[in-house]
DNA sequence: TTGAAAGCGATACCAC
DNA sequence: GTGGTATCGCTTTCAA
């Protein structure tokens, strides 16, 4: 059933049916009613495809998301698919299997299927990347969600965890901890700023050598293996606080901590996901303020695409939120 | 760019252009090897819609989400996605707000895009719904990831929850519980599957009344309002057992008994979420196996759109992961 | 206000 | 092997 179809049913042309469909020119009242009849009673939807090849708006955006189901991605994910939804776009879904993958392919897919903007959650700090980026950005309009990469069309929002972190050192060296113990496991561009941010603070507060440990494991609940690394860890050198660039790690060493017998320490993870909430104690955590990234990534896009300039980097604070892994240290 | 400047640059016509883009037909060596140059050289990437027009096949699936953020929800969106991408195809998402939204403009946003097949993660178990499914029904084929619903061209691939609450009853009962309590929160058609499963556990294997409490609150992370739920339970109809629909319930119950200084009982959760891990005791739960029921999803996606027959119901077993929350009641 | 017709970018049949 | 051309379903001048 094309448009054609419905014409001929209604008695007009095609030209006519198209104008109706799409509330563009003038149309009169009866045309209308009686176009409009012949398609809801045949149930009549338009082809998108030969709208947008006429019309060269697919209102469609490319979303790149390594493992989505890890919860980091899937909020975001859910939050920027409903509100450009919103907007009326639709999202063209690329889940990348791992972090390390080549996002080549993902872009190249998005550019053939005429997305208008791709959004990426999250990226790596290597060159080979920011080139895919700058290889895609030729093309259309890119925004980077609580990543950065600089260059032309390229839009970076994303949440200070260089500072956030710094600043969580602070608060535990302000406890009178030094030894302060930090996790990561990923290699993004989120996690470098942390680990900068970590080292920096040590530095500036404890006056203490950096105590990094990367915990290697399968990509997502890797809290599984941070339990058997902690364990490992008790018997070489001393810590007596742990910040973590995720929840899942810190809940993992407060695991470890607890099965070995040992005192609990302060613990601080990152992003306030549920399972933090989950834990007992319930855990400390940094919160990016997501949503509002959301938010800022949907507003720029929207201004983008309709010609207008944005800042191609938007930098937010977050916050600690603060639980019993910290309260309960406070005497 | 177009097909047609590629077709000038290389001195050729645009029919071998195409062949060459398709591996299709039979290019000579020489004409194969100056496309190729030329389409390298310029960056050119085909435009896909003029593709699907004519080829009237878009390689697109459209997968109808309610709250990806629910890590339930994100990992089989995953999984699927990145099985179809193996496949060739893109995936265009669809996230509704909440789980009552209707349906039914997702699907008309899927067939205006001409999706060749939409994939929907869970169902409520109403009329209303029911018939948005066979209004999708009637252009595509339509796959549903836990859950069901009755009609030609759409396909339920689900696991046996009905059976696996009404086994988890059991084992509880086993260990001489009889005043099982059941929460759950969402009214999915999943939902309703435990629910009957539990009832009907209760009656064959304790002989007592259900004893089932909704949790109301937002709809992820119900598990803050679980604790305040459980908490005024306490002084109610008293229980010594819980199933949940999922784990976060369990959890939430577990920190009320905590927190009211009660002893704990032996608790179960569905879904075998990173939650259950994170919580402490470690929680047992049904794993409906997600990974499996998408593999079968994707595998009957496949089959049907080659034209061939595949069962409109798969129902697999799940199985129970026992954890401490069973372990240490066992003497 | 309406309709005829020329595209949009690719495919595919049919001659050559 | 190759190229001309009709075609896919819809939009958009341009005349009437």
Same mark, same amino acid.
């Given at each position: 059933?094309? !448009? %054609?179809?419905?014409?001929?049913?209604?008695?007009?042309?095609?030209?006519?049916?198209?104008?109706?469909?799409?509330?563009?020119?003038?149309?009169?009242?009866?045309?209308?009613?009686?176009?409009?009849?012949?398609?809801?009673?045949?149930?009549?939807?338009?082809?998108?495809?030969?709208?947008?090849?006429?019309?060269?708006?697919?209102?469609?955006?490319?979303?790149?998301?390594?493992? !989505?189901?890890?919860?980091?991605? &899937?909020?975001?994910?859910?939050?920027?698919?409903?509100?450009?939804?919103?907007?009326?776009?639709?999202?063209?879904?690329?889940?990348?299997?791992?972090?390390?993958?080549?996002?080549?392919?993902?872009?190249?897919?998005?550019?053939?299927?005429?997305?208008? &903007?791709?959004?990426? !959650?999250?990226?790596?700090?290597?060159?080979?990347? &920011?080139?895919?980026?700058? %290889?895609?950005?030729?093309?259309?309009?890119?925004?980077?969600?609580?990543?950065?990469?600089?260059?032309?069309?390229?839009?970076?929002?994303?949440?200070?965890?260089?500072?956030?972190?710094?600043?969580?050192?602070?608060?535990?060296?302000?406890?009178?901890?030094?030894?302060?113990?930090?996790?990561?496991?990923?290699?993004?561009?989120?996690?470098?700023?942390?680990?900068?941010? %970590?080292?920096?603070?040590?530095?500036?507060?404890?006056?203490?050598?950096?105590?990094?440990?990367? !915990?290697?494991?399968?990509?997502?609940?890797?809290?599984?293996?941070?339990?058997?690394?902690?364990?490992?860890?008790?018997?070489?050198?001393?810590?007596?606080?742990?910040?973590?660039?995720?929840?899942?790690?810190?809940?993992?060493?407060?695991? &470890?901590?607890?099965?070995?017998?040992?005192?609990?320490?302060?613990?601080?993870?990152?992003?306030?996901?549920?399972?933090?909430?989950?834990?007992?104690?319930?855990?400390?955590?940094?919160?990016?303020?997501?949503?509002?990234?959301?938010?800022?990534?949907?507003?720029?896009?929207?201004?983008?695409?309709?010609?207008?300039?944005?800042?191609?980097?938007?930098?937010?604070?977050?916050?600690?939120?603060?639980?019993?892994?910290?309260?309960?240290?406070?005497?």
């Amino acid at each position: 059933m094309t !448009i %054609y179809d419905i014409a001929c049913k209604a008695g007009v042309s095609t030209a006519t049916v198209s104008r109706v469909l799409n509330h563009t020119g003038r149309v009169s009242e009866e045309s209308r009613r009686k176009v409009e009849e012949v398609i809801a009673r045949e149930g009549f939807i338009p082809n998108a495809f030969a709208h947008s090849l006429t019309t060269k708006r697919s209102h469609t955006i490319g979303m790149i998301c390594p493992v !989505i189901s890890d919860a980091n991605h &899937a909020y975001p994910v859910a939050e920027l698919t409903g509100q450009l939804r919103e907007n009326g776009f639709e999202v063209l879904l690329i889940s990348t299997g791992s972090y390390t993958e080549s996002k080549r392919a993902g872009f190249a897919s998005l550019i053939n299927h005429q997305a208008e &903007a791709a959004v990426v !959650i999250g990226c790596s700090e290597d060159e080979q990347e &920011a080139e895919d980026f700058r %290889y895609a950005a030729a093309r259309l309009p890119v925004f980077i969600v609580n990543g950065r990469v600089e260059g032309e069309n390229i839009y970076s929002i994303l949440c200070d965890e260089e500072a956030g972190a710094c600043g969580m050192v602070k608060r535990l060296a302000d406890m009178g901890r030094r030894q302060i113990l930090y996790l990561y496991d990923s290699d993004t561009y989120s996690g470098h700023c942390k680990r900068r941010g %970590y080292e920096e603070g040590m530095r500036r507060y404890t006056g203490e050598e950096p105590f990094t440990v990367r !915990i290697v494991g399968e990509e997502t609940s890797s809290f599984f293996q941070t339990k058997e690394t902690v364990s490992r860890l008790l018997a070489g050198r001393p810590f007596d606080a742990v910040l973590s660039a995720d929840d899942s790690l810190a809940i993992g060493a407060a695991k &470890a901590l607890r099965e070995a017998g040992r005192d609990p320490v302060p613990m601080i993870g990152f992003n306030n996901t549920v399972l933090g909430r989950c834990a007992t104690p319930e855990l400390s955590s940094f919160d990016i303020d997501m949503k509002q990234l959301c938010r800022l990534t949907v507003r720029t896009l929207l201004d983008v695409l309709q010609g207008q300039t944005a800042p191609s980097c938007l930098k937010l604070e977050g916050k600690l939120v603060e639980r019993a892994s910290l309260l309960d240290f406070e005497s």
